[in-house]
């Protein structure tokens, strides 16, 4: 099914001035440059029924099909026949279900229509809880026969899944209206080696004492048609494919449909499983949701998750930390490392982003942030944008992201976006995405050779197509834009 797209014009109004702005990054080697002039543009908006988000374009080996790019974001779960068939795309469709799941949906793009959302279709989503893809979200104002029969499974589902403690799969998790968090990773596998999979993380959440946890899940695909999926096996796991028909079992003679496969839990080489920080009710959760890149055949996994120290913190005070596990196969067992602590005490619902630049033996650095108090139009949300001085794990621990008091997500170093926002002047710069290489380092669309990367993000704050505020997530813009590095000039 393809994603209806309609691309209004960008905003573009400059900043005043109109000056180019720069700042010094790179431990003083570089600085990175933005102007009035910096290109921009509005990259899908989806109709009121549909969300687009935590998209990442992957530049493939093939110029030909299935490349020369593979899109893969996150979205709402494929609705109901019937329900599609009655209402249509309704207009007040909320995220509203936490044990609702995503979806996965991957498309192939041409290389001169790298800016616009392609058409997708959606891959895989959530398999774990009965009735999941029909209460992906709510109409507040709607009590169709349909719906109200769909509340009762999904209410259903809940149950049986939490008295069996029963993974709900969420390839993509949901974004609800006030989670910014989740994403699914695509890398390359050990090509080099013969292997012609792609590799997916993504994210997963099981039931816990205190709500639910989330879990890295693992799947795979080698032509972006099809996917398979690591489940649970006796004994062991196995790759099985995604929506496969499960074998029939037996009881007392009847034929009785089995359960859908359980996805397994990715684990380290301890054995030991890969899950978020905290458990949390509802909406809460965090954690996992990063990036990988390849450096010397080595899969370099960075995410964010809560302090462990501040599980029981109310949200807003829950700081997070910068991780890194590392391996050499993204598709064998028990291969990733324990995770190293890079960065602590970072603001709450901080995002990071983490690849090789492009061109450079060092780390580009992508966070959510807001500009300083002092910056024109005020302390609005951006994003910012650092370089290592090299390829250490070191070197991004040494960078400094946030100025004092770091809670409250101030920092120099933004890239000053300007598409996007609302009447009042606000943005919502969040679930941000780029372009990079087979092996998850930065590239750029071929229009834009000289610059340092191309970044993608939802604005939640932005007007959605039919100009209702129905939902912060439904039918929200998603926008792109570049940026400029340079060396820095010597001083005189």
């Not at 609800?176 to 890398?187: C, K, L, N, R, T």
Request: hydrophobic residues 35%; glycine residues 10%.
């Amino acid at each position: 099914m393809a994603l209806v797209v309609a691309l209004p014009e960008a905003s573009a109004a400059p900043p005043p001035g109109g000056n180019a702005a720069c700042y010094v990054t790179g431990g003083g080697a570089l600085e990175i440059c933005r102007s009035a002039d910096e290109a921009e543009g509005v990259y899908a908006v989806p109709p009121p029924c549909r969300f687009v988000h935590d998209v990442q374009i992957l530049r493939l080996k093939e110029t030909g099909p299935p490349g020369p790019l593979q899109v893969i974001y996150r979205a709402e779960p494929p609705r109901p026949a019937g329900r599609q068939s009655e209402e249509g795309c309704p207009a007040d469709l909320r995220a509203t279900d936490p044990a609702a799941g995503g979806a996965v949906r991957i498309g192939r793009q041409v290389e001169a229509l790298a800016v616009t959302l392609p058409p997708t279709d959606p891959r895989f989503w959530s398999e774990g809880l009965k009735g999941g893809a029909s209460t992906e979200a709510s109409g507040p104002r709607r009590r169709s026969r349909v719906s109200r029969q769909a509340r009762r499974e999904a209410r259903r589902a809940a149950r049986e899944a939490g008295e069996t403690n029963k993974m709900t799969f969420r390839a993509q998790a949901q974004a609800p209206e006030g989670d910014p968090s989740g994403g699914a990773m695509m890398v390359a596998g050990r090509d080099w080696a013969g292997d012609p999979y792609y590799a997916i993380l993504a994210t997963a959440t099981e039931p816990a004492a205190e709500g639910r946890r989330r879990v890295l899940v693992q799947a795979r695909t080698y032509d972006f048609q099809g996917l398979d999926l690591r489940v649970t096996a006796d004994p062991g796991t196995e790759w099985k494919p995604f929506g496969a028909e499960p074998e029939p079992g037996r009881r007392r003679g009847r034929s009785r449909p089995t359960a859908p496969p359980t996805p397994a839990r990715v684990l380290d080489e301890m054995g030991r499983p890969i899950v978020g920080n905290c458990a949390a009710p509802g909406f809460e959760l965090r954690g996992l949701t990063g990036s990988i890149s390849v450096i010397d055949r080595v899969y370099h996994y960075f995410y964010t998750d809560v302090l462990p120290a501040d599980c029981s913190a109310p949200p807003a005070k829950r700081r997070m930390a910068l991780y890194l596990r590392t391996s050499r196969d993204p598709l064998a067992e028990r291969t990733w490392s324990a995770p190293v602590t890079l960065i602590e005490n970072l603001p709450a619902e901080t995002e990071i982003r983490v690849a090789k630049a492009r061109g450079m033996d060092r780390w580009a650095v992508a966070y959510t942030c807001s500009r300083p108090v002092t910056a024109s139009g005020g302390p609005v949300a951006d994003l910012c944008l650092h370089y290592t001085t090299d390829l250490s794990p070191g070197s991004i621990t040494a960078l400094t992201l946030f100025a004092e008091p770091v809670a409250a997500g101030h920092s120099t170093a933004y890239l000053g976006l300007r598409s996007g926002g609302d009447a009042l002047g606000r943005f919502g710069r969040e679930s941000f995405g780029w372009m990079t290489d087979r092996y998850g380092n930065l590239d750029a669309p071929a229009i834009y050779p000289d610059k340092g990367g191309f970044l993608t993000w939802l604005d939640r704050r932005a007007p959605r197509i039919d100009g209702s505020d129905a939902s912060s997530l439904y039918g929200r813009p998603v926008y792109w834009a570049t940026w400029t590095v340079r060396p820095r000039p010597a001083a005189p």
